[in-house]
């Protein structure tokens, strides 16, 4: 009996009722979310850094879908590895043999990672982050892993219980009682490891929630506090590796540090397939994987698949061969140059931030007396609301997707595709200035949008 399943005839007959799915059968608030602040869009295709509507009008992808499309969307490379590993008919994850993609795939991220020298593969950022909290309590012997405050890790137990944010963690406690620091205070990481009970210290060494980067020197300083502890440092390079902030990893902005683990997900996965990756170094590996009666004690039942592996292969040969890493830095340094100069321009318009194609905008209190009264309208009502404003006209009027940084924040981080171009860049500038310029105003369609969120935000207390 043949099985017929045609997936382009059920979407043509059941894709318009996306919205309506999603509400009835999935988390009921995201579509809720999405028409309140006019995002429910229907995107029909995507290539590279753009998304297509049915009309064809092409809309500028500032979010990178929060730094999975690191390639941007359906990149041809990508792509047809994806097709050629399908098509071998491999003999995948039969759990007792070695495929050798994935050894090919540690054997290239490796060569990008010096000091490090073994890698456990998963599938997300946060299982990439669990494996690096087992392994350093297991080889250090010690139960607290220190993080940073505003942290975020990802939201699985053991990776919320280094998150540092109270909304993601309220309600779901216990957790696992690990402490945390503020980020760049040494003295405060210097007084929790003279307990004797660390294990490590878990740091973005760029911070995804408000895009704030370890102040210079500190990832060395707390390296070199925590092995005279005996404790490890942990790099989460989940959002800010391959290359997001114009080096591999960012750790590697800072001579001298060498992380004893990192976690690295999102863009390798090319936007096809899921994978973390966890590195570490060898006598940690060789410490958790002891004998032979250890071989399964971490492991992972997607882990290390074959279409996975080949995504991530060729991720690695775009990056190297197209020379992203120097783009971004090129490209990064003209965004960031551009929109810094806009801040004497105007009074809202408080830093511009960040490394590469990893950009915080944020948004200050005006000195105007007609502003500062409709802010901290704002502000009473529900602090990140302006920031807000500024995302939505920049999709409704200019068709950019962005969003704001995290909760109760007035940031907009920008994480493009890496494959972003000056065209690109001046769009995104053009646009956001015009926004400026309705905002400056003090009035118009977008502060009438700030009114409704206003309604929303008393109406949810």
Not at 20 to 31: F, G, M, S, V, Y
Not at 104 to 111: D, H, K, S
Not at 154 to 167: A, Q, R, Y
Not at 364 to 377: D, V, Y
Request: aromatic letters at 8%; one cysteine or more.
């Amino acid at each position: 009996m043949t099985t017929e399943f045609d997936l382009g005839a059920l979407l043509a007959e059941r894709g318009a009722e996306r919205y309506e799915l999603h509400a009835k059968h999935l988390n009921p608030q995201l579509p809720r979310m999405l028409h309140t602040i006019g995002f429910d869009k229907v995107y029909e295709r995507a290539e590279g850094a753009h998304f297509f509507d049915a009309d064809g009008n092409d809309y500028l992808d500032m979010l990178a879908g929060f730094g999975v499309m690191g390639l941007g969307r359906h990149h041809p490379v990508v792509r047809k590895a994806l097709h050629d590993v399908l098509d071998l008919d491999l003999a995948d994850l039969t759990r007792f043999d070695c495929q050798p993609l994935p050894g090919l795939l540690a054997e290239r991220l490796l060569a990008h990672s010096p000091h490090l020298d073994r890698v456990f593969f998963g599938n997300s950022g946060t299982e990439a982050v669990e494996t690096a909290l087992k392994f350093a309590r297991y080889a250090t012997g010690k139960p607290r892993v220190l993080y940073c405050d505003h942290a975020f890790h990802g939201l699985t137990t053991g990776s919320l219980s280094v998150n540092g944010e109270d909304g993601f963690r309220d309600g779901f406690a216990p957790l696992l009682p690990d402490t945390a620091v503020p980020l760049g205070d040494l003295d405060a990481l210097a007084r929790e490891l003279r307990k004797g009970d660390v294990a490590a210290l878990i740091v973005e060494p760029i911070q995804g929630k408000g895009v704030h980067e370890a102040p210079p020197g500190y990832l060395r300083a707390a390296q070199e506090l925590l092995h005279k502890h005996k404790a490890l440092l942990i790099a989460d390079e989940v959002q800010t590796g391959l290359g997001r902030t114009g080096d591999f990893y960012a750790y590697q902005h800072e001579d001298g540090v060498e992380p004893d683990l990192v976690c690295v997900a999102k863009a390798l996965s090319g936007g096809y397939v899921p994978v973390g990756a966890t590195l570490g170094k060898e006598w940690i590996f060789k410490k958790v994987y002891s004998s032979m009666d250890r071989v399964l004690v971490h492991s992972a039942s997607f882990g290390s698949n074959a279409q996975a592996m080949a995504c991530g292969l060729a991720v690695l040969s775009v990056m190297e061969n197209e020379q992203i890493v120097a783009g971004v830095r090129r490209t990064g340094e003209l965004l960031k140059s551009r929109l810094t100069a806009l801040i004497d321009k105007y009074e809202l318009l408080a830093d511009v931030r960040g490394r590469g194609l990893m950009i915080g905008i944020e948004f200050g209190k005006p000195s105007s007396l007609k502003l500062r009264g409709r802010w901290t309208m704002l502000q009473a009502a529900r602090k990140g609301l302006f920031a807000q404003m500024v995302v939505v006209p920049l999709l409704q009027k200019h068709r950019i997707l962005t969003q704001v940084s995290g909760d109760h924040l007035e940031v907009i981080k920008l994480i493009p595709p890496l494959v972003v171009d000056e065209a690109d860049v001046d769009r995104f500038v053009a646009a956001f200035t015009a926004v400026m310029d309705d905002a400056h105003s003090g009035g118009g369609l977008m502060w009438d949008f700030g009114k409704t969120l206003i309604k929303q935000a008393v109406a949810n207390r």
